[in-house]
Protein backbone atom coordinates (compact mmCIF):
# COMPACT_ATOMS: atom_id res chain seq x y z
CA UNK A 1 0.00 0.00 0.00
CA UNK A 2 1.12 3.26 -0.72
CA UNK A 3 2.30 6.00 2.21
CA UNK A 4 3.00 9.42 2.35
CA UNK A 5 5.39 11.11 4.96
CA UNK A 6 5.64 14.82 5.31
CA UNK A 7 8.04 14.89 7.93
CA UNK A 8 7.70 18.73 8.83
CA UNK A 9 4.78 19.78 11.29
CA UNK A 10 5.21 22.85 11.36
CA UNK A 11 7.51 25.33 8.81
CA UNK A 12 7.83 29.42 10.47
CA UNK A 13 9.18 31.58 7.44
CA UNK A 14 9.26 35.13 7.11
CA UNK A 15 7.45 36.95 4.47
CA UNK A 16 9.43 37.19 1.31
CA UNK A 17 11.83 34.39 2.22
CA UNK A 18 11.58 31.05 0.02
CA UNK A 19 9.72 28.18 1.05
CA UNK A 20 10.32 24.14 0.47
CA UNK A 21 7.83 21.88 1.78
CA UNK A 22 8.95 18.48 2.10
CA UNK A 23 6.80 15.11 1.07
CA UNK A 24 8.35 11.69 1.05
CA UNK A 25 6.47 8.23 -1.15
CA UNK A 26 5.98 5.17 -0.72
CA UNK A 27 5.16 2.96 -3.60
CA UNK A 28 6.48 0.47 -5.92
CA UNK A 29 6.02 2.55 -8.70
CA UNK A 30 5.35 5.92 -9.33
CA UNK A 31 2.44 7.54 -7.99
CA UNK A 32 0.44 10.27 -9.19
CA UNK A 33 1.33 12.84 -6.86
CA UNK A 34 -0.89 16.03 -5.79
CA UNK A 35 -0.44 19.20 -3.11
CA UNK A 36 -3.78 20.26 -1.66
CA UNK A 37 -3.72 23.65 0.11
CA UNK A 38 -6.27 24.36 3.40
CA UNK A 39 -6.66 27.65 4.57
CA UNK A 40 -7.95 28.09 7.67
CA UNK A 41 -11.09 26.77 8.26
CA UNK A 42 -11.70 25.99 4.78
CA UNK A 43 -11.55 22.83 2.95
CA UNK A 44 -8.86 21.56 0.86
CA UNK A 45 -7.92 22.91 -2.79
CA UNK A 46 -5.41 21.59 -5.70
CA UNK A 47 -2.16 23.46 -5.75
CA UNK A 48 -0.90 20.79 -8.47
CA UNK A 49 -0.36 17.71 -9.74
CA UNK A 50 2.20 15.21 -11.12
CA UNK A 51 1.12 12.39 -13.53
CA UNK A 52 4.03 12.23 -15.92
CA UNK A 53 6.28 14.35 -18.31
CA UNK A 54 8.13 17.23 -17.25
CA UNK A 55 9.41 16.80 -13.35
CA UNK A 56 9.08 20.49 -12.52
CA UNK A 57 5.04 21.23 -12.27
CA UNK A 58 3.63 24.82 -11.86
CA UNK A 59 0.83 25.43 -9.71
CA UNK A 60 -1.57 28.04 -8.52
CA UNK A 61 -0.64 30.96 -6.58
CA UNK A 62 3.41 31.05 -7.41
CA UNK A 63 3.80 26.96 -6.37
CA UNK A 64 5.90 24.38 -8.18
CA UNK A 65 6.77 20.65 -7.15
CA UNK A 66 9.98 18.67 -8.30
CA UNK A 67 9.48 14.90 -8.60
CA UNK A 68 12.37 13.39 -7.78
CA UNK A 69 12.11 9.68 -8.16
CA UNK A 70 15.64 8.86 -7.17
CA UNK A 71 14.50 10.10 -3.81
CA UNK A 72 11.10 9.06 -3.86
CA UNK A 73 10.32 13.34 -3.30
CA UNK A 74 7.56 15.44 -4.22
CA UNK A 75 9.13 18.60 -2.71
CA UNK A 76 6.68 22.01 -2.76
CA UNK A 77 8.55 24.77 -3.50
CA UNK A 78 7.63 29.10 -4.00
CA UNK A 79 10.65 31.40 -4.32
CA UNK A 80 8.89 34.43 -1.80
CA UNK A 81 6.40 33.52 0.62
CA UNK A 82 3.09 35.98 1.16
CA UNK A 83 1.52 36.10 4.99
CA UNK A 84 -1.63 34.73 3.11
CA UNK A 85 0.12 31.38 2.06
CA UNK A 86 -0.08 30.81 5.56
CA UNK A 87 -2.04 27.65 5.72
CA UNK A 88 -2.07 23.66 5.81
CA UNK A 89 -0.39 21.78 3.31
CA UNK A 90 -0.99 18.22 2.16
CA UNK A 91 1.16 15.89 -0.24
CA UNK A 92 -1.45 13.04 -1.46
CA UNK A 93 -0.90 9.98 -3.63
CA UNK A 94 -2.55 8.15 -5.95
CA UNK A 95 -2.27 4.65 -6.92
CA UNK A 96 -1.94 3.53 -10.67
CA UNK A 97 -3.70 0.26 -11.67
CA UNK A 98 -4.89 0.74 -8.36
CA UNK A 99 -7.22 2.01 -5.70
CA UNK A 100 -8.43 5.31 -6.83
CA UNK A 101 -8.78 6.36 -2.80
CA UNK A 102 -6.07 9.64 -2.74
CA UNK A 103 -3.71 8.70 0.36
CA UNK A 104 -2.69 12.02 2.30
CA UNK A 105 -0.18 12.99 4.49
CA UNK A 106 -0.36 14.14 7.96
CA UNK A 107 0.14 18.00 6.84
CA UNK A 108 2.70 20.95 6.76
CA UNK A 109 1.36 23.90 8.88
CA UNK A 110 2.87 26.86 7.65
CA UNK A 111 3.50 29.69 9.57
CA UNK A 112 4.53 33.10 7.99
CA UNK A 113 5.79 36.06 10.18
CA UNK A 114 5.75 39.84 9.04
CA UNK B 1 -16.28 24.54 -11.54
CA UNK B 2 -17.03 21.60 -9.27
CA UNK B 3 -18.96 22.56 -6.30
CA UNK B 4 -19.11 20.40 -3.38
CA UNK B 5 -21.27 21.42 -0.54
CA UNK B 6 -21.53 20.69 3.04
CA UNK B 7 -24.78 21.73 4.45
CA UNK B 8 -23.61 23.03 7.71
CA UNK B 9 -20.08 25.12 8.51
CA UNK B 10 -20.63 24.63 12.86
CA UNK B 11 -22.77 21.72 14.69
CA UNK B 12 -23.15 21.20 18.11
CA UNK B 13 -24.90 18.03 18.99
CA UNK B 14 -25.60 16.57 22.06
CA UNK B 15 -24.14 12.90 23.60
CA UNK B 16 -26.19 9.83 22.18
CA UNK B 17 -28.17 12.15 19.48
CA UNK B 18 -28.05 11.12 15.89
CA UNK B 19 -26.62 13.13 14.13
CA UNK B 20 -26.54 13.59 9.71
CA UNK B 21 -23.91 15.33 7.75
CA UNK B 22 -25.04 16.02 4.44
CA UNK B 23 -22.88 16.56 1.30
CA UNK B 24 -23.54 17.63 -2.81
CA UNK B 25 -21.63 17.55 -5.50
CA UNK B 26 -22.95 19.19 -8.68
CA UNK B 27 -20.73 17.90 -11.49
CA UNK B 28 -21.73 14.02 -11.80
CA UNK B 29 -18.37 12.79 -9.80
CA UNK B 30 -18.35 8.99 -9.05
CA UNK B 31 -16.99 8.61 -6.39
CA UNK B 32 -17.51 10.61 -2.80
CA UNK B 33 -15.46 10.60 0.35
CA UNK B 34 -16.12 11.54 4.05
CA UNK B 35 -12.67 12.36 6.10
CA UNK B 36 -12.15 13.33 9.44
CA UNK B 37 -9.10 15.50 10.20
CA UNK B 38 -7.47 16.29 13.85
CA UNK B 39 -4.96 17.99 14.53
CA UNK B 40 -1.58 15.81 13.95
CA UNK B 41 -3.28 12.69 12.39
CA UNK B 42 -4.29 14.30 9.06
CA UNK B 43 -7.22 13.17 7.33
CA UNK B 44 -8.85 9.80 8.08
CA UNK B 45 -10.90 8.57 5.36
CA UNK B 46 -14.31 7.23 7.62
CA UNK B 47 -16.27 5.62 4.20
CA UNK B 48 -16.31 6.17 0.57
CA UNK B 49 -19.04 5.79 -2.01
CA UNK B 50 -18.46 4.64 -5.89
CA UNK B 51 -21.89 4.69 -7.00
CA UNK B 52 -24.87 5.07 -5.92
CA UNK B 53 -26.17 2.96 -3.37
CA UNK B 54 -22.47 1.35 -3.00
CA UNK B 55 -20.37 2.04 0.28
CA UNK B 56 -17.12 0.88 1.52
CA UNK B 57 -15.00 1.49 4.88
CA UNK B 58 -12.74 3.62 5.23
CA UNK B 59 -9.62 3.49 7.73
CA UNK B 60 -11.92 4.58 10.65
CA UNK B 61 -15.82 3.26 10.24
CA UNK B 62 -16.83 2.82 13.95
CA UNK B 63 -19.27 4.88 15.12
CA UNK B 64 -20.24 5.73 11.80
CA UNK B 65 -22.19 5.03 8.72
CA UNK B 66 -23.59 6.77 5.33
CA UNK B 67 -25.96 6.81 2.50
CA UNK B 68 -26.05 7.62 -0.95
CA UNK B 69 -29.28 7.15 -2.49
CA UNK B 70 -28.49 9.83 -5.63
CA UNK B 71 -25.09 10.00 -7.01
CA UNK B 72 -24.56 13.60 -5.93
CA UNK B 73 -25.46 13.40 -2.29
CA UNK B 74 -23.57 11.49 0.02
CA UNK B 75 -24.73 11.76 4.33
CA UNK B 76 -22.48 10.69 6.94
CA UNK B 77 -24.60 9.28 10.15
CA UNK B 78 -22.88 9.32 13.38
CA UNK B 79 -25.74 6.69 14.90
CA UNK B 80 -25.46 8.34 18.58
CA UNK B 81 -22.59 11.00 18.73
CA UNK B 82 -20.17 10.98 21.46
CA UNK B 83 -17.87 13.50 22.53
CA UNK B 84 -14.66 11.44 21.00
CA UNK B 85 -16.38 12.47 17.98
CA UNK B 86 -15.71 15.86 18.01
CA UNK B 87 -14.20 16.88 14.75
CA UNK B 88 -13.40 18.79 11.29
CA UNK B 89 -15.80 16.57 8.78
CA UNK B 90 -14.39 16.98 5.25
CA UNK B 91 -16.74 15.51 2.23
CA UNK B 92 -14.86 15.29 -1.06
CA UNK B 93 -15.99 13.73 -4.51
CA UNK B 94 -14.10 12.90 -7.41
CA UNK B 95 -14.80 11.99 -11.06
CA UNK B 96 -13.48 8.58 -12.36
CA UNK B 97 -12.05 5.64 -10.41
CA UNK B 98 -8.42 6.17 -11.22
CA UNK B 99 -5.44 7.17 -9.57
CA UNK B 100 -4.87 10.48 -11.12
CA UNK B 101 -7.93 11.81 -10.39
CA UNK B 102 -8.10 15.26 -8.58
CA UNK B 103 -10.75 15.44 -5.25
CA UNK B 104 -12.80 18.24 -4.81
CA UNK B 105 -13.64 18.93 -0.90
CA UNK B 106 -16.15 20.98 0.88
CA UNK B 107 -15.43 23.59 3.03
CA UNK B 108 -16.08 21.25 6.28
CA UNK B 109 -18.25 20.85 8.92
CA UNK B 110 -16.91 21.42 12.20
CA UNK B 111 -18.67 19.30 14.84
CA UNK B 112 -18.50 19.49 18.36
CA UNK B 113 -20.74 16.85 20.90
CA UNK B 114 -21.26 18.08 24.05
Known amino acids: AQSVTQPDIHITVSEGASLELRCNYSYGATPYLFWYVQSPGQGLQLLLKYFSGDTLVQGIKGFEAEFKRSQSSFNLRKPSVHWSDAAEYFCAVGARGGSYIPTFGRGTSLIVHP | DVKVTQSSRYLVKRTGEKVFLECVQDMDHENMFWYRQDPGLGLRLIYFSYDVKMKEKGDIPEGYSVSREKKERFSLILESASTNQTSMYLC?????????????FGQGTRLTVV
Open chain 2, 92 to 104: ASSLRKTGNTEAF
